[in-house]
Each structure stands twice: as C-alpha cells, then as structure tokens.
Nanobody, 122 residues
Framework: QVQLVESGGGLVQPGGSLRLSCAVS????????MAWYRQTPGKQRELVAA???????NYADSVKGRFTIVRDNAKNTVYLQMNSLKPEDTAVYYC????????????????WGQGTQVTVSS
C-alpha cells in the first residue's frame, strides 16, 4: 500500500520557523497532488498548502507569504517551510497525497499521514 511519514513538528516561539517533511512510499504508480492540512480540537481539518494536479500551488489566506510548499518528485517528498509562525498556527499538521498505485492504476485515491504536532508558544 502507501505510507506517508511526516516529521519536523515541535515547539517553536512566535516568529520562529519550522520545516515539515512528508515522504511517500509504497507501490505508487503516479502522484497527482500533494498537500498539507491542519486541524485543531473541535474544528474541521483545513487546507494549508497544496500542489494541485495541474502543478500549481494553493495556500490558505492565513499563511500566504509565510508558508511555502516544496515538492521533490524524485524523492516523492513534500515539504512545508513555515516562517513567522504565530500562536494560531498551532495544530496537528497532516500530509495528504492523491495517487494511483501500480495495482489500481488509473484509479486515484487519497492517502493521509499520521499527523505531526506544531505548537507555537512563548
């Protein structure tokens, strides 16, 4: 199947930076899209940043100018560089990919990582 392994979360002071990584592995035929979401208790999971199937990037308004999503196709890895972090960025961050497998191509399914906690606090 597919495994998404996230890393890079932690505790950071306001104004600080973190870089999240998400490595996708498994019997992948092709990856159509990769994205980062976040969720806080009692709220719906929200899109933070994404590479769309067309290769374009989308960002939530709240992170534009502060976060950058980067994709390394050779490594099937997506990164989220987070700068100028604010307390309201505190959340569990989830990696998501839309991919087809060697056994199911051309069907595309959505896969999620386990989540990594980001806490912004002084």
């Amino acid at each position: 199947q597919v495994q998404l392994v996230e890393s890079g979360g932690g505790l950071v002071q306001p104004g600080g930076s973190l870089r999240l990584s998400c490595a996708v592995s498994g019997n992948i035929f092709s990856i159509r899209a990769m994205a980062w979401y976040r969720q806080t208790p009692g709220k719906q999971r929200e899109l933070v940043a994404a590479f769309t199937s067309g290769g374009k990037t989308n960002y939530a308004d709240s992170v534009k100018g502060r976060f950058t999503i980067v994709r390394d196709n050779a490594k099937n890895t997506v990164y989220l560089q987070m700068n100028s972090l604010k307390p309201e960025d505190t959340a569990v961050y989830y990696c998501n990919t839309e991919a087809s497998l060697t056994t199911t191509h051309p069907r595309v399914d959505s896969y999620w990582g386990q989540g990594t906690q980001v806490t912004v606090s002084s």
